[in-house]
């Protein structure tokens, strides 16, 4: 399932043992969707609720990351 934030989108994905198909736990991705999908961070939770959260929590931190750098990168030279 993957969750849109403008340019920005988190996913969560269960983790299964490729063998028995039993859930290992949850991964969450982090990407910048535009202009072509870019990974930005990933890990992993032991339950999907958890996994949403992170992902959330860690999409709000690299949109005001790369809010922070290109309000630094267009500010006028003095």
Do not use: F, H
Not at 11 to 33: C, F, H, K, M
């Amino acid at each position: 399932m993957r969750i849109y934030e403008g340019d920005y989108a988190y996913e969560i994905e269960q983790v299964l043992d490729p063998a028995t198909q039993v859930s290992l736990g949850w991964r969450y991705n982090i990407y910048r969707v535009r202009p072509r999908d870019e990974l930005l961070r990933s890990g992993q939770a032991a339950t999907r609720e958890e996994a949403e959260e992170s992902g959330k929590r860690m999409l709000a931190e690299v949109v005001r990351k790369e809010r922070r750098a290109e309000s630094t990168r267009n500010k006028p030279a003095a």
